[in-house]
């Protein structure tokens, strides 16, 4: 009701919320309990030394390794959550499904596939996952090669094309399943220079128009520019999160300090 309007608003569904994510690998615990909570349009840089656990962390957010405890929850959809007596239950595959579907990935060796032309890759999960017919992907398809620049290459196999064109091309194939998220592993990490500069475009563009969006990056000018809020973690942890512009100019946390010491 209008009239309601001293009641507190109540806050807006998160697009994404992780809490006390904990994963282990037989013997070896590599996320010790990470959380976090995304809001609509958000871009969040993760940063941290190699072995931290930011890969894993993205791979427990879409599915493709399990928790042992914690909860994720995506657009107000519980994906795991584990009750007070400490068990962690997942919700049915049918369920999962449908929830990762809200989310895309981008991967840092760009996982194309390679017997594939461009195209094929962008129309693939659309027509096998979603059952869609090829006649109304391949006009989606066409629009989003044109969006990241590569309209030209629709029939090019992944092979003939360029460490930066092939990473777009993932980018494209990506949003061609429609997420509301989408996660990226160190999307040019394995560039050469003078390529990263054309993906991280694209992911600046697709920040301008409020796609949500958490990004694991050794790229710093990216993530101090493009992120509102840049987690750094360590030692499977979140050490510390702060709106970009924060944590750059003055980090609290000596091990925020060495890092980025090291970085910059
Ligand atoms: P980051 O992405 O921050 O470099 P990762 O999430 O890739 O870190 O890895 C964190 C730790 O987990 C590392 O010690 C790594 O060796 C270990 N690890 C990652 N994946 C596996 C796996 N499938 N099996 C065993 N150990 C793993
Ligand atoms: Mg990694």
Redesign the pocket.
């Given at each position: 009701m209008q009239s309601m309007t001293n009641e507190a608003t109540p806050a807006p569904t998160p697009m994404l919320r992780a809490v006390d994510l904990h994963k282990r690998?037989?013997a070896?615990e590599?996320l010790k309990g990470v959380s976090l909570e995304v809001g609509r349009g958000e871009v969040i840089a993760i940063i941290?030394?190699?072995?931290?656990?930011?890969?894993?962390?993205l791979?427990c957010l879409i599915h493709l390794?399990t928790v042992q405890r914690g909860c994720i929850e995506v657009e107000g959809r519980t994906l795991v959550s584990t009750d007070t007596g400490g068990e962690c239950r997942y919700v049915a595959d049918a369920e999962i499904r449908t929830i990762c579907g809200a989310m895309g990935m981008v991967f840092q060796h760009f996982n194309l596939f390679p017997h594939l032309t461009v195209l094929e890759n962008l129309i693939e999960a659309p027509m096998t996952v979603k059952g869609l017919r090829r006649e109304d992907v391949v006009p989606k398809a066409e629009a989003l090669l044109a969006k990241v620049g590569l309209a030209d290459k629709r029939d090019a196999y992944p092979s003939r094309l360029s460490g930066g064109q092939k990473q777009r091309v993932a980018i494209a194939r990506a949003l061609a399943m429609e997420p509301d998220i989408l996660l990226f592993?160190?999307p040019t990490s394995a560039l050469d220079p003078e390529l990263t500069g054309e993906v991280l475009r694209t992911m600046r563009e697709l920040a301008d128009e409020h796609m949500t969006m958490i990004v694991?990056t050794h790229e710093m000018a990216f993530a101090r520019e493009v992120a509102s809020r840049v987690i750094f973690?360590d030692g499977?942890l979140v050490v510390e999160a702060r709106p970009a512009r924060e944590l750059f100019a003055s980090p609290e946390h000596p091990r925020t300090r060495a890092f980025l010491e090291n970085m910059l």
């Open positions: 690998f037989g070896i590599v941290g030394p190699s072995g931290s656990g930011k890969s894993t962390f791979r390794e592993d160190e694991v973690m499977g």
